[in-house]
């Protein structure tokens, strides 16, 4: 079985800052596109910021310039640095991966659980 784990959510004023990490355990081969999302109006949910195994990283205009992402290949963890934080980016914060098990399967879409992340104004 894989798990993805996150952890570093909590309260914080505006302006702070925090760091989401999040480790995918269990039978791993390898991992492709790591991630991560938050429920939007209108929308289940709506990425954040993803990142390859080669470290090519994309974000939502929202955070550009202030989250970053990034990944350890070696530990199967990836992070979101999250810095000048604003009142409306107070979600939970769901880390997502793409895994393969097995050197002869498909790759498959984890999530985590979330981690609740506020802002105070």
């Known amino acids: 079985q894989v798990q993805l784990a996150e952890s570093g959510g909590g309260l ?4 702070g800052s ?17 991630a991560w999302y938050r429920p939007a109006p209108g929308k289940q949910r709506e990425l954040v910021a ?4 080669g470290g090519s990283a994309n974000y939502a205009d929202s955070v550009k310039g202030r989250f970053t992402i990034s990944r350890d ?9 999250m810095n000048t934080l604003k009142p409306e980016d107070t ?9 393969r098990r097995s050197f002869y ?17």
Do not use: E, P
């Open 105 to 121: 399967s498909a790759l498959v879409n984890y999530w985590g659980q979330g981690t609740q992340v506020t802002v105070s104004s």
């Open 73 to 81: 290949n070696a530990k199967n963890t990836v992070s979101l640095q």
């Open 50 to 53: 993803s990142i390859t195994s």
């Open 91 to 99: 979600a939970v914060y769901y880390c997502n991966a793409d895994i």
């Open 12 to 15: 914080v004023q505006a302006g």
């Open 18 to 34: 925090l760091r989401l990490s999040c480790a995918a355990s269990g039978s791993i081969v390898s991992i492709n596109r790591m």
